[in-house]
């Protein structure tokens, strides 16, 4: 990472901090490594995020289910997934500093704390699932792991909903939950943490390789377009299909949405091929019959599987660097509207001659529609400068002839144009960019 990128990244942290996005988790009590908090900014933020994603998939869609699975399941569901014995991470310690890293991550055989090299102990792997127990007795019968996926959860109700949903094939299942990995070395802000939230979805076609091609293809182009939908810069989007030698041993086809973070370009989201495995060894494993019968066909088979797996988190964390511009007298989050954690703003000029009731009266009216922030504390300039830092789309001044004319300056963020509105016409006015409800 250059110094102008390690930089960056402190400031967005910084920034983070200061305006209640994300803390540092337990953080009175020194923190807890690869644990965050969102603060009011940050879940509203977050949030949105997982409303439109929500929203784009399940709710304007008459092709896709929603469910909220068990982040605790049967243990037998991660031996059938085979994260019991292959979820690893290759482990080494510095014998100088007795740091602990990924074997895959040295680089020339050199400690990244102490900078030592050719000082390592042998590799040994290392399993991610955090294990706990369920019950008064604290043994190997009630064991069980906090899910690192949320995926297995949706091919473990495959049966249910396909019998109680009348879906038919083609079709999806969505879920949006907490995943939980005890990452050896993690890092670079929210990117890689220990506890993070999946979007998931698994959509179920035919077991043809054709059929299953085209919806892979299908579910690439959609996935890489949304993030494009909500403003993140194309230049700095990327789509990249893996190479034969990259693809897990389950999987016919993986591209990543990869992004371009300030400390280096990094997967987003993975779109995988999944073919039938997950169906068939869940099926194996818990001897059920998971096969699915295509009334249209006559014919009962197992699914391919084409998976989107986003993270929300680090969608969140690309929403808030892509938004970030550093201008001559302001900082400002430019989101999309839809993401903005909070869309309007209102203050008084002063408080005098009635204009704080009278801003307060908008406010509540527009807290009817949108996320919104009253102030009337400092001036005006300072104001725009705390919600230009962010990322609210509008602001709205009351003034002396606004008790008069019944009517108020609405200033944009991006282009900070002020324009004079009557206070009727205020929701028709911010209803052109803004969504009612997100």
């Not at 080494?92 to 990244?112: K, S, T």
């Not at 009962?300 to 986003?310: G, L």
């Not at 993401?339 to 908008?362: Q, R, S, W, Y």
Request: net charge neutral.
């Amino acid at each position: 990472m250059s110094k102008s990128t390690d930089q960056t990244m402190q400031q967005i942290v910084s920034l983070c901090r200061r305006r209640a996005f994300i803390f540092q988790s337990s953080e009175i009590y020194g923190g807890l490594n690869g644990c965050w908090d969102y603060g009011p900014m940050g879940v509203e933020l977050k949030r949105n995020i997982k409303a439109l994603w929500w929203r784009d998939l399940v709710t304007r869609r008459t092709d896709i289910e929603g469910v909220d699975c068990s982040i605790l399941m049967n243990a037998k569901v991660w031996e059938a997934s085979g994260h019991v014995q292959s979820f690893t991470d290759p482990m080494v310690d510095c014998l100088q500093c007795r740091g602990r890293f990924r074997a895959d991550h040295i680089v020339n055989n050199q400690c990244p704390t102490c900078g030592t090299k050719d000082k390592f102990t042998e590799v040994r792997h290392f399993n991610l699932m955090f294990k706990t127990f369920v019950g008064a007795m604290e043994d190997n019968s009630s064991q069980v792991f906090l899910r690192p996926e949320t995926c297995q959860g949706i091919f473990a109700n495959f049966d249910n909903v396909v019998n109680t949903c009348r879906v038919k094939i083609p079709f999806g299942m969505a879920q949006i939950g907490k995943a939980f990995r005890n990452e050896i070395n993690p890092r670079n802000f929210t990117f890689r943490s220990r506890e993070f939230e999946q979007m998931e979805m698994e959509f179920f076609c035919r077991p043809d390789k054709e059929e299953a091609n085209k919806w892979f293809e299908y579910w690439k182009t959609e996935r890489y377009n949304w993030y494009l939908k909500y403003g993140i810069r194309k230049e700095r989007l990327h789509l990249r299909t893996h190479d034969q030698n990259e693809l897990a041993h389950y999987a016919a086809g993986c591209a990543d949405i990869e992004y371009d973070f300030p400390f280096g370009r990094a997967e987003l989201e993975g779109i995988a091929n999944r073919t039938d495995y997950d169906l068939k060894r869940h099926a194996e494993f818990s001897k059920k019959d998971l096969s699915y019968f295509d009334q249209a066909a006559n014919a009962r088979y197992y699914p391919y599987v084409i998976e989107p797996s986003a993270g929300a988190d680090r969608a969140t964390l690309a929403f808030l660097v892509d938004a970030y511009v550093e201008e001559a007298e302001r900082t400002v989050l430019r989101f999309h509207p839809e993401v903005a954690p909070v869309k309007v703003a209102v203050f008084p000029l002063v408080n005098k001659e009635g204009m704080p009731e009278m801003a307060e009266k908008i406010f509540l009216d527009l807290k009817k529609y949108w996320n919104c922030y009253f102030d009337d504390k400092g001036a005006v300039g300072r104001r725009y400068r705390r919600q230009d830092e962010i990322g609210t789309p509008y602001c709205i001044t009351v003034d002396g002839e606004s008790v008069k004319s019944n009517s108020v300056t609405v200033r944009e963020r991006d282009s900070m144009a002020q324009v004079r509105i009557s206070v009727g016409e205020l929701v028709n006015h911010l209803s052109k960019t803004l969504t009612s409800g997100v």
